[in-house]
């Protein structure tokens, strides 16, 4: 069972930047689909990012395009999310997810595709 743990969070001023990790618990040669989404308070989980490792393919929310970054490590079995120009519309709990199989298309976002989930790292970000 592979377990995820997210670091990296923290508080940030408007314009800052911060890099999300997640690091998977055990190495698998199995290619997965990895994900980044975010909950802030009274909201649904949506997702911000992701990516299959298998190919290198991303994918991203409108809303993120040309300010994050989502990329992978297989040496040290890490996933990132490096976050610029952050907004206080970003405030979020960050979460990484992870299911052994590609995702297509619009897919990606829904959480009920994921298998794996981590517990969660807080952004903040204050204007």
């Known amino acids: 069972q592979v377990q995820l743990v997210e670091s990296g969070g923290g508080s940030v001023q408007a314009g800052g930047s911060l890099r999300l990790s997640c690091r998977a618990s055990?190495?698998?040669?199995?290619?997965?689909?990895m994900a980044w989404f975010r909950q802030a308070p009274g909201r649904d989980r949506e997702g911000v990012a992701s990516?299959?490792?298998?190919?290198?393919?991303?994918y991203y929310a409108d809303f993120v395009k040309g300010r994050f970054t989502i990329s992978q490590e297989n040496a040290d079995k890490t996933l990132y999310l490096q976050m610029n120009g952050l907004e206080p519309e970003d405030t979020a709990i960050y979460y990484c997810?992870?299911?052994?199989?590609?995702?297509?298309?619009?897919?990606?976002?829904?959480?009920?595709?994921?298998?794996?989930w981590g517990q969660g790292t807080q952004v903040t970000v204050s204007s």
């Open positions: 990516i299959y490792t298998g190919s290198g393919a991303t």
């Open positions: 997810a992870a299911v052994p199989r590609p995702l297509f298309g619009g897919t990606w976002s829904r959480t009920s595709k994921y298998s794996h």
């Open positions: 055990k190495y698998t040669y199995e290619p997965y689909h």
